[in-house]
């Protein structure tokens, strides 16, 4: 793997090592036992993607290089290629990149370091899909025929697309529910309503409103009590299914505030993944490169097939 874009890159059993060695981050500390350089270049709003990079990267003793789109030469019309090769030449290792441009990776293809895609536009985020997989397989122990149901405004959402085909993938099965404006019938899975999913859901996978990314004006007058998890909803969910979100949360419009820290949420357990999964990314693929040699992690803790 050259850079890290999409986790349609990752075999199920990439995916499967990636979990468990976030697992062992959480129970061992590691750090990498040479210099390197790690800039986060964040050209879109970010409060949990970015900050989880930078404690994943001081975790693993990596020196983490500062940028601010505003207070940067992107102010005077330098595009993202020239800032990419700008650190690159200045002597970052690794570049965290987040841009609202679907297919930004393109450009950053022939570079002599490794990047991480932090958020593609509409298309990829998938640090985001492994941690909410971690998520998923602290709870389940696994995928296979879990429901999972996709809920929100599944048009403009990254984490919808790569969370869909990953699960998909791993023997989920996966369901979508939106109001109209809100679909993409690019994704082939089956569309239902808010009522049938809560009672047929093992995870509701709820996706904020993303008015940022919106080009028509859609009017969702009750857009909680129409389409979104309510108090009424939420108490007929299974005995055991659990409640996520990506954040950030549009409390009272997607999900009844109440929900956000109730027993089946684990909206804030994905947001400490976060960090984790991010470090498990970061080593696999500096050990791709040949920047770092682990060490201490038994081999015991690597896991070696799918349970
Ligand atoms: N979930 C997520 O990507 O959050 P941020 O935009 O705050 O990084």
Redesign the pocket.
């Known amino acids: 793997m050259q850079h890290f874009i999409s986790v349609d890159q990752l075999s199920e059993i990439d995916i499967f090592n990636l979990i468990k060695k976030a697992e062992s981050y959480r129970k061992h500390e590691y750090q990498i036992n040479q210099q390197l350089f790690a800039a986060n270049l964040f050209f879109e ?6 900050t989880s990079f930078i404690v994943a990267e001081r975790k693993l003793g990596l020196e983490v290089l500062d940028f601010h789109p505003e207070a940067s030469s992107v102010q005077k019309g330098e595009s993202l290629y020239d800032t990419v090769k700008t650190f690159e030449a200045i002597g970052a290792n690794m570049l965290v990149i987040r841009h609202e441009d679907d297919h930004w990776y393109e450009e950053v293809e022939g570079l002599s370091i490794p990047v991480i895609n932090a ?1 593609a536009g509409k298309v990829e ?1 998938p640090s ?1 899909c492994l941690l909410d997989l971690l998520t998923i397989y602290q709870e389940f122990g696994g995928f296979e025929g879990i429901h999972i149901v996709i809920a929100g405004d599944i048009k403009h959402s990254r984490v919808a697309r790569s969370n869909a085909k990953a699960l998909d993938r791993l023997g989920a099965k996966v369901y979508l529910t939106a109001a109209n404006g809100y679909q993409d019938e690019t994704l082939q899975f089956p569309y239902i309503s808010m009522d049938e999913a809560v009672k047929i859901c093992d995870v509701m996978m709820l996706l904020r409103v993303q008015h940022e990314r919106h080009t028509e004006h859609h009017q969702m007058i009750n857009y909680l009590t129409t389409y979104g998890l309510t108090k009424e909803r939420e108490q007929k969910m299974k005995e055991k299914a659990i409640i996520m979100h ?3 949360v549009n409390r009272g419009v997607e999900i009844d505030a109440d929900l956000i820290e109730s027993k089946r949420s684990r909206i804030f357990k994905q947001m400490n993944n976060g960090v984790f999964i991010r470090m498990a990314m970061i080593s696999h693929l500096l050990q791709k490169w040949g920047m770092d040699h682990e060490h201490h992690i038994e081999k015991r803790e690597i896991f070696t097939g799918i349970q």
């Open positions: 709003p970010s409060t949990r993607t970015k958020g985020h985001q990506p954040a950030p």
